[in-house]
């Protein structure tokens, strides 16, 4: 009888703030950062991997709020915890001191995504499959046993979901052979963020294009002539018929209600909550002209009301709404659904409290018909992402047309298994028996970018060096 024996966690930090990646209207220096675990088991060949994301400071705290959860794991044996995922998530989040710092949010809930996600991790290389391959292969009960349902019944019931899944029987087959295939949609972001000059974001939009890629986000929020301007790069690009590859194909249907450009390519902007509620109108009305298909994260994520309200003073704009990457928890989605505040719900795998709770997410959009466009890019989100998008793509989603999923080429390298995007811009299906949730990393990247003591952190990073240029010690 296998049983989890320990774990061990590390606090992992990437310096992306020294080349501009990643920034935004509110996030100006991002340090791209992993609290990370991997669960030890009696079996030495079967361990199981989990991270959540945060952009720096703070990843410690993370990291120590995930040893006292992860504590409770330790001597279960693990076909007991994957016999009820429900009941092993529920085991997490009900610790009634822990739940103090929450409930089910901030630190704790970000950290209960970690442990939970290194779980399923182990779960389905126990089980040789993919995490997405694991979860389509499970019946609509079982599913719905699994996902974090509590406190959202008033919109969606535990019969209603099964009966969604049920629904989807028919067509999973042919969904999962497509989705294999042909991989599933996404989306740019990398030709868009703040920090870039014009030359590179005009190199990186033909790139883009030439990569297959058709919709493509831009950062707003500090400056509406510099927006304008940046927009009308990227657009005056994306819109010229001699930078579009020759064997591009317009699906019409998946380009409904985004404001296509003549090209039948997409922009869409990101604001990283840096509104109040009003002032998001009158700026996203003054950004009008470069036709965004909607204006994600308009102003702060708790405020439903708020995006309601932004929606509803946007809608004779044909601008929608977008939100979700940092949404706490599957309450905030589902009062968002009720309130008609969203057109495109944007599930982050580590925000929220891990794949149960995602399940539950995913399953309500399901109901309410708004189409999951995960958030993605940081370090390991898009190795987390794509299953989350295999998963709604081939057993949720009423129709998957419109969905795209973000895509970010940075820090890949760092992963066992990294996730890449094909010559279509398709997300490939990961595959093979160890691949788990994508989202072990190579020992030698834990210890050399671990904090404050790996070797890049102690010997390379140029803030020492310089310094060390003051006189305390010259490194390279
Ligand atoms: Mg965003």
Same mark, same amino acid.
């Given at each position: 009888?296998?049983?989890?024996?320990?774990?061990?966690?590390?606090?992992?930090?990437?310096?992306?703030?020294?080349?501009?990646?990643?920034?935004?209207?509110?996030?100006?220096?991002?340090?791209?950062?992993?609290?990370?675990?991997? =669960?030890?088991?009696?079996?030495?060949?079967?361990?199981?991997?989990?991270?959540?994301?945060?952009?720096?400071?703070?990843?410690? =705290?993370?990291?120590?709020? =995930?040893?006292?959860?992860?504590?409770? #794991?330790?001597? *279960?044996?693990?076909?007991?915890?994957?016999?009820?995922?429900?009941?092993?998530?529920?085991?997490?989040?009900?610790?009634?001191?822990? %739940?103090?710092?929450?409930?089910? *949010?901030?630190v704790i809930g970000i950290a209960t995504g970690a442990v939970s996600n290194a779980v399923w991790d182990l779960y389905? %290389?126990?089980?040789?499959?993919?995490?997405?391959?694991?979860?389509?292969?499970?019946?609509?009960?079982?599913?719905?046993?699994?996902?974090?349902? !509590?406190?959202?019944?008033?919109?969606?019931?535990?019969?209603?979901?099964?009966? =969604?899944?049920?629904?989807?029987?028919?067509?999973?087959?042919?969904?999962?052979?497509?989705?294999?295939?042909?991989?599933?949609?996404?989306?740019?972001?990398?030709?868009?963020?703040?920090?870039?000059?014009?030359?590179?974001?005009?190199?990186?939009?033909?790139?883009?294009?030439?990569?297959?890629?058709?919709?493509?986000?831009?950062?707003?929020?500090?400056?509406?002539?510099?927006?304008?301007?940046?927009? *009308?790069?990227?657009?005056?690009?994306?819109?010229?018929?001699? $930078?579009?590859?020759?064997?591009?194909q317009v699906n019409l249907k998946a380009l409904e209600n985004k404001n296509a450009g003549p090209t039948g390519n997409?922009?869409?902007?990101?604001?990283?909550?840096?509104?109040?509620?009003?002032?998001?109108?009158?700026?996203?009305?003054?950004?009008?002209?470069?036709?965004?298909?909607?204006?994600?994260?308009?102003?702060?994520?708790?405020?439903?009301?708020?995006?309601?309200?932004?929606?509803?003073?946007?809608?004779?704009?044909?601008?929608?709404?977008?939100?979700?990457?940092?949404?706490?928890?599957?309450?905030?989605? *589902?009062?968002?659904?009720?309130?008609?505040?969203?057109?495109?719900?944007?599930?982050?795998?580590?925000?929220?409290?891990?794949?149960?709770?995602?399940?539950?997410?995913?399953?309500?959009?399901?109901?309410?018909?708004?189409?999951?466009?995960?958030?993605?890019?940081?370090?390991? #989100?898009?190795?987390?992402?794509?299953?989350?998008?295999l998963i709604d793509y081939i057993y949720m989603a009423p129709s998957f047309d419109r969905n795209v999923v973000e895509?970010?080429?940075?820090?890949?390298?760092?992963? !066992?298994?990294?996730?890449?995007?094909?010559?279509?811009?398709?997300?490939?299906?990961?595959?093979?028996?160890?691949?788990?949730?994508?989202?072990?990393?190579?020992?030698?990247?834990?210890?050399?970018?671990? $904090?404050?003591?790996?070797?890049?952190?102690?010997?390379?990073?140029?803030?020492?060096?310089?310094?060390?240029?003051?006189?305390?010690?010259?490194?390279?």
């Amino acid at each position: 009888m296998t049983q989890i024996t320990g774990y061990s966690t590390h606090d992992i930090r990437f310096p992306t703030s020294l080349s501009g990646d990643g920034t935004d209207a509110m996030n100006t220096d991002c340090d791209y950062s992993a609290a990370y675990i991997i =669960i030890h088991t009696t079996s030495e060949s079967l361990k199981g991997y989990g991270m959540t994301f945060t952009i720096g400071k703070g990843n410690d =705290i993370v990291v120590q709020a =995930i040893k006292q959860l992860a504590d409770k #794991l330790v001597n *279960k044996p693990i076909e007991s915890l994957f016999n009820d995922m429900g009941a092993m998530w529920a085991l997490l989040v009900s610790d009634s001191q822990l %739940r103090w710092l929450g409930p089910e *949010k901030g630190v704790i809930g970000i950290a209960t995504g970690a442990v939970s996600n290194a779980v399923w991790d182990l779960y389905a %290389r126990s089980r040789k499959k993919p995490l997405w391959k694991l979860i389509v292969d499970m019946s609509p009960e079982e599913i719905v046993r699994s996902s974090s349902l !509590r406190y959202i019944s008033d919109a969606l019931t535990p019969e209603e979901a099964v009966e =969604i899944l049920r629904e989807r029987q028919s067509t999973k087959q042919d969904r999962e052979e497509n989705a294999v295939k042909h991989g599933l949609k996404a989306y740019s972001t990398s030709v868009g963020w703040m920090g870039y000059t014009t030359e590179k974001v005009q190199r990186l939009t033909k790139e883009a294009l030439q990569q297959g890629f058709d919709h493509f986000k831009l950062k707003v929020g500090v400056s509406v002539d510099d927006d304008l301007a940046r927009a *009308k790069t990227i657009r005056d690009i994306i819109d010229d018929p001699q $930078y579009q590859r020759s064997d591009k194909q317009v699906n019409l249907k998946a380009l409904e209600n985004k404001n296509a450009g003549p090209t039948g390519n997409v922009l869409m902007i990101d604001a990283n909550q840096v509104w109040d509620v009003k002032e998001a109108v009158s700026y996203v009305k003054k950004l009008q002209p470069c036709k965004p298909w909607f204006i994600e994260e308009p102003t702060m994520p708790d405020d439903v009301l708020g995006h309601a309200r932004i929606r509803n003073e946007l809608k004779d704009t044909g601008i929608g709404v977008a939100t979700g990457e940092h949404c706490a928890n599957r309450v905030l989605f *589902k009062q968002l659904l009720q309130a008609e505040a969203i057109d495109v719900l944007q599930i982050d795998a580590c925000r929220l409290a891990g794949l149960n709770e995602c399940l539950a997410v995913m399953l309500l959009a399901a109901k309410f018909n708004v189409p999951v466009c995960p958030h993605a890019g940081g370090v390991g #989100l898009c190795e987390y992402v794509v299953h989350l998008s295999l998963i709604d793509y081939i057993y949720m989603a009423p129709s998957f047309d419109r969905n795209v999923v973000e895509w970010v080429d940075h820090l890949h390298e760092h992963f !066992r298994y990294p996730v890449s995007v094909n010559s279509n811009g398709r997300y490939n299906a990961p595959t093979g028996p160890n691949v788990g949730y994508s989202i072990e990393m190579y020992q030698d990247s834990i210890e050399r970018y671990s $904090y404050p003591n790996g070797s890049y952190w102690k010997d390379e990073h140029p803030r020492l060096v310089n310094k060390a240029q003051e006189g305390r010690r010259v490194i390279g």
